[in-house]
């Protein structure tokens, strides 16, 4: 079967950084994707990773290993408006997206 | 601006009723889709269209109906045969399905069967 798995919670300082981490197994890989998703509202696109290596977008940053199934989202100079969850998204051979259950990540100050 | 609207917000419904839920989107977008979000759980496909008049089943189809008469427009019929629709509803387009585009997301209708 095919899955994605990412922590259910993580919390962090204001001010600090932190690494989300998502490990996937699925039938092909077509890129995968993150989201971030405030509370009630729909998610919004954060980036995308089709080949290994690090993507740097401002504060986030995203990571990719094909060999090792691996991603991670790297948030730098948390802030409040961060506290959010990040979803983890795969897209298959089949050019379907299979999604993780989300980390929440919450900022402390 | 373009964008995806969802509608309503919030729906309450009686058990045993049927419940349309609206998406429009003014993007130009050819593929449209819809998922529901449980919590603790990713998002699940329930159907998506690629085209005008052609639409495909997701992973969780059964229950649901949609149609897909305008390029905009993609509802879905929330049926009495769905065992457990208490959930909330995402819809999103893209320009076109089979292909590495990202995803655009509405505001989400959250759907409560009393």
């Known amino acids: 079967g095919q899955n994605i798995d990412q922590p259910t919670e993580m919390t962090a300082t204001e001010g600090a950084i932190v690494q989300i981490n998502c490990t996937y197994q699925?039938?092909?890989?077509?890129?995968l994707f993150w989201y971030q998703q405030h509370a009630g509202e729909a998610p919004t696109f954060l980036s995308y990773?089709?080949l290994d290596g690090l993507e740097e977008k401002g504060r986030f940053s995203s990571f990719l290993s094909r060999s090792k199934g691996y991603s991670y989202l790297l948030l730098k100079e948390l802030q409040m408006k961060d506290s959010a969850s990040y979803l983890c998204a795969v897209l298959d051979s089949n050019y379907q997206l299979i999604w993780g259950a989300g980390t929440k990540l919450i900022i402390k100050p | 601006d373009g964008g995806i609207t969802q509608s309503p917000k919030y729906l309450f419904r009686k058990e045993g009723q049927n419940v349309t839920l609206s998406c429009e989107q003014n993007?130009?977008?050819?593929?449209m889709y819809w998922y529901r979000q449980d919590p603790g759980q990713g998002l699940r496909l329930i159907y998506y269209?690629?085209?005008?008049?052609?639409?495909q089943k997701g992973d969780i189809a059964e229950g649901y109906s949609v149609s897909r008469e305008k390029k905009e427009s993609f509802p879905l019929t929330v049926t009495s045969a769905q065992k457990n629709p208490t959930a909330f509803y995402l819809c999103?387009?893209?320009?076109?399905?089979?292909?590495?585009?990202?995803?655009?997301f509405g505001p989400g209708t959250r759907l409560t069967v009393l």
């Open positions: 269209s690629q085209i005008v008049n052609d639409f």
């Open positions: 699925t039938s092909g890989f077509n890129g």
């Open positions: 993007l130009n977008h050819d593929a």
């Open positions: 999103a387009s893209s320009i076109g399905a089979g292909d590495i585009n990202e995803q655009f």
């Open positions: 990773n089709v």
